[in-house]
C-alpha cells in the first residue's frame, strides 16, 4: 500500500473487514445449520485461527494506535475461532455417529 495515499488506508481496511464477514459469516452459517463442516478441512481451519491470532498479537505490539487494524485482527480471529470450534465440535459428532453406524448389525 505504499503507492496509495494514507486518507485511503481507513477506507481499504475497511473493505477488508466487510470480505472477511463476507466469506465466513456463510460458512458459519451453513456448518450451524447442517450440523456438519462438508467439504472444510479441519487443518486449514487450524492454520487460519493460530495465524489471526499471531497477526492479532503482531498489531497489538507494533500498532497499539491504530484502532481499525486491532479491530480488523479481533474480528478475524473471533470468525476463525468460531471456524475452529465448529471443526472441533462436528468433527467429534461425526465420528461418533460413524462408530455408531459401523457398531450396528446389518
Do not use: H, W
Not at 481496511?13 to 458459519?28: A, E, F
Request: net charge positive; hydrophobic share 45%; proline share 3%.
Amino acid at each position: 500500500l505504499y503507492f496509495c495515499p494514507n486518507e485511503y488506508y481507513p477506507l481499504i481496511l475497511s473493505y477488508s473487514i466487510v470480505l472477511n464477514m463476507c466469506s465466513k459469516l456463510p460458512q458459519i452459517y451453513q456448518n450451524y445449520s447442517k450440523k456438519r463442516l462438508g467439504v472444510q478441512s479441519s487443518t486449514a481451519a487450524t492454520i487460519a485461527f493460530v495465524s489471526a491470532v499471531i497477526k492479532l498479537l503482531i498489531a497489538i505490539k507494533e500498532t497499539s494506535s491504530d484502532k481499525l487494524l486491532l479491530l480488523a485482527a479481533s474480528l478475524r480471529v473471533m470468525l476463525n475461532g468460531v471456524l475452529f470450534t465448529q471443526c472441533l465440535i462436528y468433527s467429534a459428532i461425526t465420528a461418533n455417529s460413524v462408530k455408531t453406524e459401523s457398531g450396528k448389525q446389518l
